[in-house]
């Protein structure tokens, strides 16, 4: 049957493979590049609800199955009581896919309503409440790797972030030792563009659960970043997948961190000079 005469499910189905198959791809080098799954590994995936994560789950469901290591997957969701949240909708999802999956119920969006004041963004309080629920659970259950779907555009995004704002020169790692040296946080996604996840979400049709709590804070900064630079690739395609590039290509003598190179101790080395005759120069 030609592209031309398929079904419109067909189609979704031929496109919904191309897409699995291009996001596999970029996940499994990433995975590679940073040795992110081995022998023996229990993964703990955090999904939110969202597109990312969805998709994070899917792929490293896939490469389970053909991987040639043995390693497990958890599928963790942590409940922070947002009102509205639908509460059954991840547990049916993840029981139909079949994965095994523990809900975490931590009353975490009162904290963050309650502490930061008005007009203030809730995304920091609201990521280390996250962080620290999902850490000591991932503790509990001996997870050995802890998986996050942050993509290209996150990493990029947070480079930009902390420019402009925090005077630093970071992103997001795509593997990362914690603080507190207990946990080891991988971001399988790190090489995949968020429009191919986009695309990948649509045609596989999750059930995206929206985000009450930041989603309804319109002038973020984060926000503001994400649409400089897709301004920057309207004009100028492949501009993000460039700046994504150089975070994975550092030059540290070509900046100017002088605890990340010896600037201080560079001398000169230099073969003895020939004498030069300068009256017969000419």
């Known amino acids: 049957m030609t592209e031309r005469n398929e079904t419109p499910e067909q189609r979704r189905l031929r496109l919904l493979n ?20 081995e022998e023996g590994d229990l993964i703990m995936v955090c999904v939110s609800g969202g597109k990312d994560s969805y998709a994070m789950l899917d792929i490293l469901i896939s490469l389970k199955k053909h991987a040639p290591i043995d390693f497990n997957l958890i599928a963790v969701n942590l409940d922070q009581k947002q009102p509205g949240f639908p509460e059954h909708v991840l547990p049916k999802y993840l029981s139909e896919l079949g994965v095994d999956y523990h809900i975490l119920e931590q ?18 309080l609201c990521s280390r409440l996250r962080r620290g629920s999902l850490y000591t659970y991932a503790k509990k259950i001996g997870a050995t790797k802890i998986a996050l779907g942050h993509h290209r555009e996150d990493i990029v995004e947070t480079l930009f972030l902390n420019m402009f704002f925090g005077g630093t020169l970071k992103a997001m790692p795509p593997k990362l030792l914690s603080d507190d040296k207990q946990n080891i946080l991988i971001r399988p996604m790190a090489y995949c563009s968020e429009q191919e996840i986009s695309r990948y979400a649509k045609l596989r049709e999750f059930p995206i659960i929206p985000c009450n709590l930041c989603g309804t804070q319109e002038n973020m900064q984060r926000r503001n970043i994400k649409e400089m630079l897709k301004q920057w690739d309207r004009e100028y395609p492949g501009r993000v997948e ?26 000169a080395i230099r073969e003895d000079a020939p004498t030069i005759d300068f009256v017969n120069v000419g």
């Open 18 to 37: 191309r897409s699995h198959k291009n996001l596999r791809r970029d996940v499994g080098k990433a995975v590679a590049d940073y040795n992110m799954i």
């Open 242 to 267: 460039s700046i994504f590039r150089s975070v994975t290509n550092v030059s540290p003598s070509q900046l100017a961190d002088s605890k990340l190179f010896p600037f201080t101790a560079l001398k």
């Open 107 to 124: 009353d975490t969006y009162s904290v963050v309503k309650e502490k930061v004041p008005e007009g203030k963004t809730f995304c920091g």
